[in-house]
């Protein structure tokens, strides 16, 4: 089944909500008494409600719901908020909601909705404190994963990392690689890929980072590889600090930020392997005595002293006798 077909078969061309129709005044039918014409106005209403309630729940017709009642997707697939949200709840506010939103009644809380796609939308109308234009659908977790991914491929929202990390939220809540597959449009072996890079990062380093518009796989590819060949983790609160006060203007900036700075520390774990950096140390743990032994013939001179001194700072800084 094609994408576009499959949302169409998710969301039925909708139309707005009918005024209700004026009442006809029907000459009562002699032997019919108060009670008999209340029973039948009665049934009627029900009729018509019954109705209503079922044009609501396939997604119909399109209603206003208090943003206070909706809940986001259980699967996350943005990168905190984009650079470009101040302007968009601008545009909201000035022009409306144009495009409704897709939710399904809650599966876990009576009375509330879970957004399918939309939340952009849902955000922006949470901030100006107005209701949400929206088409109500029951729907399958797999259905809304599927409505979810294949939205934000449409509108061309997500980043190449927000997509990744999508896919392996999807893999870690033990979704089928067939519905990951149809959720982004991709292939079995670009999934893989995907998934591979997003779980090699760390989750505080992509979200320092941020999403990355104009970042693409090639070079989340090379970080994700250059992440595995430091050792990490005694980086990672220096490559957070670059992020915070490298003087980035955007995303993009701050990748290329981090991964200049991870390439240093790749050249730097190398000279050290290699005996050419800083000189080789053992440390000897025993009960009561630990030893850090350094190779004196790789020393140079003045960084005995040096080193002593380091000690014994160290240990006078933590009430220890020297």
């Known amino acids: 089944?094609?994408?576009?077909?499959l949302l169409e078969?998710?969301?039925?061309?909708?139309?707005t909500l009918p005024s209700a129709p004026q009442a006809i005044r029907k000459p009562m039918p002699r032997g019919v008494g108060l009670v008999g014409a209340m029973s039948e106005s009665v049934e009627t209403m029900v009729a018509d409600l019954r109705d209503a309630k079922e044009k609501l729940e396939t997604g119909d017709v399109i209603v206003e719901?208090?943003?206070?009642?909706?809940?986001?997707?259980f699967i996350t697939d943005r990168i905190g908020e984009d650079d470009e949200m101040d302007a968009f709840v601008a545009t909201i506010r000035d022009q409306g909601q144009r495009t409704p939103i897709l939710l399904r009644p809650h599966p876990e809380s009576r009375g509330r909705y879970q957004i399918a796609f939309g939340h952009r939308r849902y955000r922006a109308l949470k901030r100006?404190?107005?209701?949400?234009?929206?088409?109500v659908k029951h729907l399958t977790d797999e259905e809304l994963v599927v409505a979810q991914g294949q939205e934000n491929q449409d509108r061309l929202d997500l980043s190449y990392i927000e997509r990744a990390l999508f896919a392996a939220r999807l893999e870690a809540r033990q979704f089928q690689r067939d519905v990951i597959c149809l959720a982004l449009s991709i292939d079995k072996t670009e999934v893989s890929r995907m998934i591979s890079i997003a779980t090699a990062l760390p989750a505080e380093l992509v979200e320092a980072i941020g999403p990355a518009q104009k970042t693409g796989r090639r070079k989340w590819m090379i970080?994700?590889?250059?992440?595995?060949?430091?050792?990490?983790?005694?980086?990672?609160?220096?490559?957070?600090?670059?992020?915070?006060?490298?003087g980035a203007a955007d995303s993009d900036q701050r990748?290329?930020?981090?991964?200049k700075a991870l390439s240093?520390?790749?050249s730097t774990a190398q000279a050290d392997d290699q005996g050419g950096g800083r000189p080789s140390f053992t440390v000897d743990k025993k009960p009561g005595v630990?030893?850090?032994?350094?190779?004196?013939t790789s020393l140079p001179k003045d960084m005995v002293e040096d080193l002593m001194s380091r000690v014994r700072h160290v240990c006078t800084s933590f009430g220890a006798k020297t």
Do not use: N, Y
Request: hydrophobic share 40%; with cysteine; glycine share 4%.
């Open 1 to 5: 089944m094609g994408r576009k077909h």
């Open 9 to 15: 078969h998710l969301i039925s061309p909708p139309e």
């Open 65 to 73: 719901i208090d943003t206070d009642l909706i809940d986001p997707s």
């Open 128 to 135: 100006l404190g107005r209701p949400v234009r929206a088409m």
């Open 223 to 246: 970080l994700a590889k250059t992440v595995k060949e430091i050792r990490w983790p005694t980086e990672m609160e220096r490559l957070l600090q670059v992020c915070k006060s490298g």
């Open 255 to 259: 990748f290329d930020l981090v991964l």
């Open 264 to 266: 240093r520390c790749k």
């Open 290 to 296: 630990i030893r850090i032994r350094f190779d004196e």
